[in-house]
Structure formats: structure tokens, C-alpha cells
């Protein structure tokens, strides 16, 4: 994995720039497939669009670039096939100089994707926004410099909608730093944030703590049905940078988050953090790094913080079956909210854990062979002692 020039020494910006390509790329195919019922329109709002930090003259480094061209490109799956499909961005900017720049940015644009600029605060601008998206289907990305001006209150409005998906950069570093100061104004910003109605943060709360907070009060606070969050590293110390954590009211929120995540924070993230730190080295010495472990699969940090074996997950599974048979599809959900898993390895886990008589599947289509379990298809966990599970087969 090649990174940039215009992302060496902010390495995590180019993570995080990769996840949301990712997703958003997934999640306009998908939803774009709702244009084979008929005429259909996408939004993606970027509710603090910059640019700030940006180095390239085509801003190619920024979320507004990689916002518009994933949808473009996510359109054009469904456009090429005959659908009627439009697409459409908003991007909000506070500062004058920042807002300035991408208006000029966004009129010199070609494509199919219809760009609004908004200019202030992102609290200031939701009725706007809201008005512009009414019942459409609508990807909202928060991405504020800290967490000043991303209260929880303002997103509500925004993904109340069932076909919403909200992706919040949770700044770690800085959330670390202030959460337990006790200034007013500080305490304030973050009972807003955190969407807090009564009382301050519980003082010493650990990175875990912080984004089980979070996430609980994202689907408390604002309707959700699911919450999931990824760590994007330092790229080259062993600390976390910032948080993506994502909403949403369909499970496949879940099952592409996870699945992005495993693409690029577990695998990609390996030769991104390598490859940075081979430059911080040659740096700081003058004298060339020795070459990168090209065969190294997972990051070093996701591997030892993240990673969850398949015997530890079908544990997981079986507990999570409980007493009742459940469909598929309401197990797997609980088990990528909880931790970093994806769909397709508990469907795997399952199909071992039925093939060593831990659990029967009933599937929708009768086979002779043990396919995958699907969403429809009933898991029923079974007792070693019980006479069916001693009869399963090998």
C-alpha cells in the first residue's frame, strides 16, 4: 500500500480518508439498489467539510473529494444498468478562508454529483441540511478538528430517518486530554458531545469505557438501532489516534463496517504504519531503513488489541444463542456491535461449531452439504449431553 505524498506525517488522516471511501463506496451500491424500484436520490453531507490541512492542488487528500467521487462512482454501477439514479452532496464550512476555497472548489467540479455549500457552524446549518435531504436516503459524516460543535443533538435530526447512516470521528487524542478538566465550559462541550442530558463524564473513564459511551448514547440519543467503532493507530507509536464510530437502523450498517474495517485498518494499516515509520526513521538517522515485512497480513496492534480467535468467538456465539433458537441474523448483529468481527467469520465459526455438534442449523433450502448459514436460517444451540448433538455427524 502506497501512501501519498500529501499524507506522509498525518498517516492516520489516510486510514481514516480510507475507511470512508470504503463505506461510502459500499453503502451507495447498496442503497443505490433501491433504483431498480424506481426514480432514486443519494446524499452525502459532510457536516465539517475544510479544507484545512489539505496539500494537494485538486484537494484529492480531503473528504470532499473522496465524498464526491465515491458516490459518483457508486452511481454509476446502477446509472450504466438503465437506473434513474441522482446524486447529490452538501458540505458545511465555518471558517471564511476554508469556506471559500471549497465553494470555488466545488463550482470548478464536473460529474453527475449536484454539490451545496453551506457556510457556518454545522449546529447552525441542520434545518438546512434537513431541508435539502427530506426523506432520502442520506450518509452523514461528522468530522470535526475536536469535539467542539459536534454535539449529539444536532446529528439526531439528521439520521431520524430510517435510511441514515452516520459516521462520527471521535477524536481520542483530544477527548483524552480535556475529558477530565474541570472547567465549565469544557465540561459543557462535553455533556453536548456525548449526549449527556444529566451530569458531567464519570471521571477516569478509559479509552473502552469512552466509546461504549459513545456509542450507546449515539443509538440512545439519536433513534439507532446499531453502533459499532474502529480505532484508527498513531502511525507509528502504539496509541490509538482517533475513533470512527458508525449508526445506523439495518444490520448491514454493521456488515460493511466491519468489513471495511478488516480491509483497512487490519490489513492495510500494516504497510501504511510500516512504511511510516521506515520514513521517521531514514528522517531522524540519514541512513536507509532495512526493508518492509512485505508477507506481515494484520497490523501488529489490531492483531494483539483487536483480534479474536474463532474458538474465543464461537464461545461467543453459543452464548449468544441462549436457551431459544434464533435466526442467524439476529445473532451475528450483537457480535459485530460488541467487537471486531466480521459476518462472514461468525458464519464460518457457526458452521464449525455445527460440525463439531455445538449447535444445529436449520436452513431455509434443504442441502446435503453444510453450506454457510444464512440470515434466515435457524441456529439452535445444543447441549453435548443431548442425543441430537451426539448423532450429529463429523
Given at each position: 500500500?502506497e501512501v501519498p505524498t500529501?499524507?506522509?506525517?498525518?498517516?492516520q488522516?489516510?486510514?481514516?480518508?480510507r475507511?470512508l471511501k470504503?463505506?461510502l463506496l459500499?453503502?451507495?451500491r447498496?442503497?443505490g439498489?433501491?433504483?431498480?424500484?424506481?426514480p432514486?436520490r443519494?446524499w452525502?453531507?459532510d457536516?465539517?467539510?475544510g479544507?484545512?490541512?489539505?496539500r494537494?492542488?485538486?484537494l484529492e487528500?480531503?473528504s470532499?473529494?473522496?465524498g464526491?467521487?465515491?458516490?459518483?462512482e457508486?452511481a454509476?454501477?446502477w446509472?450504466?444498468a438503465?437506473?434513474?439514479?441522482?446524486?447529490?452532496?452538501?458540505?458545511?464550512?465555518?471558517?471564511?478562508?476554508a469556506?471559500e476555497t471549497l465553494?470555488d472548489?466545488?463550482a470548478s467540479?464536473?460529474g453527475?454529483?449536484k454539490?451545496?455549500?453551506?457556510h457556518?457552524e454545522f449546529?447552525?446549518q441542520v434545518d438546512?441540511?434537513?431541508?435539502l435531504?427530506?426523506?432520502?436516503?442520506?450518509?452523514?459524516?461528522v468530522?470535526?478538528?475536536g469535539f467542539?460543535?459536534?454535539?449529539m443533538?444536532?446529528i439526531a435530526?439528521?439520521?431520524?430517518?430510517r435510511?441514515?447512516?452516520?459516521?462520527?470521528?471521535?477524536?481520542?487524542?483530544?477527548i483524552?486530554?480535556?475529558k477530565?478538566d474541570?472547567?465549565?465550559?469544557?465540561?459543557?462541550?462535553?455533556?453536548?458531545?456525548?449526549?449527556?442530558?444529566?451530569?458531567n463524564l464519570?471521571p477516569g473513564?478509559?479509552?473502552?469505557e469512552l466509546?461504549e459511551?459513545?456509542?450507546?448514547?449515539?443509538?440512545g440519543?439519536?433513534?439507532?438501532k446499531?453502533a459499532a467503532?474502529?480505532a484508527?493507530?498513531?502511525?507509528?507509536?502504539?496509541?490509538?489516534?482517533?475513533?470512527?464510530v458508525v449508526?445506523?437502523?439495518?444490520?448491514?450498517?454493521?456488515?460493511v463496517?466491519?468489513d471495511v474495517?478488516?480491509?483497512?485498518?487490519a490489513t492495510e494499516?500494516?504497510?501504511?504504519?510500516?512504511?511510516a515509520?521506515?520514513?521517521r526513521h531514514?528522517?531522524?538517522?540519514?541512513?536507509?531503513a532495512l526493508?518492509?515485512?512485505?508477507a506481515?497480513?494484520?497490523?501488529r496492534r489490531?492483531?494483539a488489541?483487536?483480534r479474536?480467535?474463532?474458538?474465543?468467538?464461537?464461545d461467543?456465539?453459543?452464548?449468544?444463542?441462549g436457551?431459544?433458537p434464533r435466526?442467524f441474523?439476529?445473532?451475528?448483529?450483537a457480535?459485530?456491535?460488541a467487537h471486531?468481527v466480521?459476518r462472514?467469520?461468525?458464519?464460518?465459526?457457526a458452521?464449525?461449531?455445527e460440525?463439531?455438534?455445538?449447535?444445529m442449523?436449520?436452513?431455509e433450502?434443504?442441502?446435503?452439504r453444510?453450506p454457510?448459514?444464512k440470515d434466515a436460517?435457524?441456529l439452535?444451540r445444543?447441549d453435548p449431553e443431548?442425543?441430537v448433538?451426539?448423532?450429529?455427524?463429523?
Amino acid at each position: 500500500m502506497e501512501v501519498p505524498t500529501e499524507y506522509h506525517g498525518r498517516e492516520q488522516s489516510f486510514l481514516k480518508h480510507r475507511v470512508l471511501k470504503e463505506y461510502l463506496l459500499r453503502w451507495g451500491r447498496k442503497l443505490g439498489s433501491l433504483s431498480r424500484r424506481g426514480p432514486l436520490r443519494l446524499w452525502y453531507v459532510d457536516c465539517f467539510a475544510g479544507p484545512w490541512s489539505s496539500r494537494s492542488p485538486s484537494l484529492e487528500d480531503t473528504s470532499i473529494h473522496i465524498g464526491v467521487h465515491a458516490l459518483a462512482e457508486a452511481a454509476a454501477t446502477w446509472r450504466t444498468a438503465g437506473h434513474d439514479i441522482e446524486v447529490n452532496a452538501v458540505f458545511v464550512e465555518a471558517n471564511r478562508n476554508a469556506f471559500e476555497t471549497l465553494r470555488d472548489h466545488l463550482a470548478s467540479l464536473g460529474g453527475p454529483v449536484k454539490t451545496y455549500a453551506l457556510h457556518g457552524e454545522f449546529g447552525q446549518q441542520v434545518d438546512a441540511i434537513a431541508g435539502l435531504l427530506r426523506a432520502d436516503p442520506a450518509f452523514i459524516f461528522v468530522d470535526p478538528t475536536g469535539f467542539k460543535g459536534a454535539a449529539m443533538s444536532f446529528i439526531a435530526p439528521l439520521v431520524e430517518r430510517r435510511v441514515r447512516d452516520v459516521l462520527v470521528n471521535v477524536m481520542f487524542e483530544h477527548i483524552n486530554r480535556w475529558k477530565d478538566d474541570p472547567r465549565e465550559f469544557l465540561r459543557e462541550q462535553m455533556r453536548e458531545f456525548f449526549g449527556l442530558e444529566d451530569g458531567n463524564l464519570v471521571p477516569g473513564l478509559s479509552e473502552a469505557e469512552l466509546f461504549e459511551l459513545y456509542r450507546e448514547n449515539l443509538k440512545g440519543r439519536c433513534g439507532l438501532k446499531y453502533a459499532a467503532d474502529l480505532a484508527v493507530p498513531h502511525p507509528t507509536k502504539d496509541r490509538t489516534w482517533f475513533h470512527l464510530v458508525v449508526g445506523g437502523n439495518h444490520h448491514e450498517t454493521l456488515h460493511v463496517f466491519r468489513d471495511v474495517e478488516i480491509s483497512v485498518i487490519a490489513t492495510e494499516a500494516a504497510r501504511v504504519r510500516d512504511s511510516a515509520s521506515k520514513r521517521r526513521h531514514e528522517e531522524r538517522t540519514g541512513q536507509i531503513a532495512l526493508a518492509l515485512d512485505t508477507a506481515a497480513p494484520v497490523d501488529r496492534r489490531f492483531e494483539a488489541k483487536y483480534r479474536i480467535d474463532d474458538a474465543s468467538l464461537a464461545d461467543l456465539l453459543i452464548a449468544a444463542l441462549g436457551s431459544s433458537p434464533r435466526r442467524f441474523d439476529g445473532v451475528w448483529p450483537a457480535l459485530l456491535e460488541a467487537h471486531h468481527v466480521t459476518r462472514a467469520q461468525v458464519a464460518h465459526v457457526a458452521r464449525d461449531a455445527e460440525a463439531s455438534g455445538r449447535l444445529m442449523i436449520e436452513r431455509e433450502k434443504s442441502s446435503t452439504r453444510r453450506p454457510l448459514p444464512k440470515d434466515a436460517d435457524i441456529l439452535r444451540r445444543l447441549d453435548p449431553e443431548d442425543p441430537v448433538a451426539r448423532s450429529s455427524p463429523p
